[in-house]
């Protein structure tokens, strides 16, 4: 199995990113997906999720009207739109594989695939 996110980088407030992540060895057509962030001394936090279909999202508040998940499952690919972004988006971002297919989830624990992560950094 393996993840490999991409599309990270150094952005000034306000700008935008979107983040890849390919995904194989696993039916990605029927996994639900996740993003995930991890800031310096924090712990990960939930950011978004997408079920196989790509017909459900939910995201976490802080995030809600500014990010957008998405997929392709013909390209085996999430991806993650990141606009109007603010210094405290800062952090690593890891996508994920939720195969139970129970549903779009939001803690770490419910996913049993990760990416290598994609560091984002918001600074003018």
């Known amino acids: 199995v393996q993840l490999v996110e991409s599309g990270g980088g150094l952005v000034q407030p306000g700008g935008s990113l979107r983040l890849s992540c390919a995904a194989s060895g696993f039916t990605f057509s029927s996994s639900a997906m996740g993003w995930f962030r991890q800031a310096p001394g924090k712990e990960r936090e939930f950011v978004a999720a997408i079920n196989w279909s790509g017909g459900r999202t939910y995201y976490t508040d802080s995030v809600k009207g500014r990010f957008t998940i998405s997929r392709d499952n013909a390209k085996n690919t999430v991806y993650l739109q990141l606009n109007s972004l603010k210094a405290e988006d800062t952090a690593v971002y890891y996508c994920?594989?939720?195969?139970?297919?129970?549903?779009?989830?939001?803690?770490?624990?419910?996913?049993?695939?990760w990416g290598q992560g994609t560091q984002v950094t918001v600074s003018s």
């Open positions: 994920a594989a939720d195969t139970a297919g129970w549903g779009i989830r939001s803690r770490p624990t419910d996913y049993e695939y």
